[in-house]
Nanobody, 113 residues
Framework: QVQLVESGGGLVQAGGSLRLSCAASGSIFGIKTMGWYRQAPGKQRELVATMLSDGSTNNADSVKGRYTISRDNAKNTVYLQMNSPKPEDTAVYYC???????WGQGTQVTVSS
């Protein structure tokens, strides 16, 4: 059974930086397509970034140039580097395994102005 555990959330000032981590267990990590979603209060969950097993990535327009998704297959971990966050980036951020359709528990990110 796949498990995803996020960490690294918290309070950050606008213009600062924060790195989220998602540790995966229970299946072969290197072949997976992984992604980060977020959900702000009163809004639908939205896709932020994805990374295929070949290393190719795709970011939502709202975070392009600011967020970077990466992975360390040796550690079974995917990361989301958040640079220059804005108050509108405040949300619960979720890690997602596209292959097994598994969600992490989420980690809160709050960006203060």
């Amino acid at each position: 059974q796949v498990q995803l555990v996020e960490s690294g959330g918290g309070l950050v000032q606008a213009g600062g930086s924060l790195r989220l981590s998602c540790a995966a267990s229970g299946s072969i990590f290197g072949i997976k397509t992984m992604g980060w979603y977020r959900q702000a209060p009163g809004k639908q969950r939205e896709l932020v970034a994805t990374m295929l097993s070949d290393g190719s990535t795709n970011n939502a327009d709202s975070v392009k140039g600011r967020y970077t998704i990466s992975r360390d297959n040796a550690k079974n971990t995917v990361y989301l580097q958040m640079n220059s966050p804005k108050p509108e980036d405040t949300a619960v951020y979720y890690c997602y395994d596209f292959n097994t359709r598994t969600w992490g528990q989420g980690t809160q990110v709050t960006v203060s102005s």
